[in-house]
C-alpha cells in the first residue's frame, strides 16, 4: 500500500469527499417506473469529472484487502490493487456516489461469503469491477451519476478480464449480493457516519 498522505492533505481529500457527496438542497424526489429517482435541479449545466480523492480510493482498496484472505500466488499477475482502482474509476468517470454504492454493496457481498471463503489473488479486482460496475448501472438516470458503464467499457478499461469475464464477474456478483441493489441518500448517509473517522469526515 501506498506511503500515508499527510494530514493537511487527508483533510482536503475529506473535504472533497464532503463536497462531493453533499446532497444539494435544490435537488427533489420523483417517481418513475416506481422509483425514487434524485433530479438535478438544473440538468443543462454541465458536469466537470474530477477523480475520486485519494482518501475514498484508499479506503476502497482497504476494503477489499479486508474481505478475506487470499491464496498466495508465486508469480503475482494481478496488478497492484490500489494503482487498479485508481485506473478504472479514473477511467470510467467513477463519481463519489457510485464509489460509496458500490462500497456498500461490498458489504452485502462480505455478509453472503461463506465462511471459510479463501480468495484468490485477483479476487479484490473482480469484485472491485463487478461492484463499480452494478453500482454506475444502478445509479443510471440519478443526479448521482456521472455516466453510465457498461460491460463492454469496462472490459476495455480494466484490459485483465475479456468481455465474457466481465458478464460473469457481474452475473456472480449480483447473486453474492442476492440482486439486493437498492441504495438510498438515507443508506449512503448511514454508511458515511459510520465510516466518517476512516474517512475524515
Not at 438535478?40 to 466537470?48: A, I, M, R
Not at 476494503?63 to 487498479?84: G, K, Q, V
Request: proline share 4%; charged share 15%.
Amino acid at each position: 500500500m501506498t506511503a500515508s498522505l499527510p494530514l493537511s492533505q487527508k483533510q482536503h481529500d475529506a473535504d472533497k469527499v464532503n463536497a462531493n457527496l453533499a446532497l444539494s438542497s435544490t435537488t427533489k424526489l420523483a417517481q418513475s417506473s416506481n422509483r425514487s429517482v434524485l433530479l438535478y435541479h438544473s440538468p443543462s449545466q454541465p458536469h466537470v469529472y474530477r477523480p475520486l480523492p485519494s482518501i475514498l480510493v484508499d479506503f476502497f482498496a482497504l476494503t477489499l484487502c479486508d474481505l478475506l484472505p487470499t491464496r498466495s500466488a508465486r508469480p503475482r499477475t494481478a496488478p497492484e490493487l490500489l494503482y487498479f482502482i485508481q485506473k478504472i474509476t479514473s477511467q470510467a468517470r467513477i463519481s463519489c456516489h457510485i464509489a460509496v454504492a458500490a462500497l456498500i454493496y461490498i458489504d452485502r457481498c462480505k455478509q453472503n461469503l461463506p465462511k471459510n471463503a479463501i480468495g484468490d489473488q485477483d479476487t479484490a479486482h473482480r469484485i472491485a469491477v463487478a461492484s463499480l460496475l452494478v453500482a454506475s448501472k444502478f445509479l443510471h438516470g440519478t443526479s448521482w451519476a456521472t455516466c453510465w458503464l457498461t460491460n463492454a467499457q469496462m472490459a476495455k478499461i480494466c484490459v485483465i478480464y475479456t468481455l465474457d469475464q466481465i458478464n460473469q464477474l457481474e452475473r456472480s456478483f449480483l447473486n453474492l449480493i442476492k440482486h439486493k441493489c437498492w441504495v438510498d441518500a438515507a443508506e449512503i448517509q448511514a454508511f458515511l457516519l459510520k465510516h466518517r473517522q476512516d474517512l475524515l469526515l
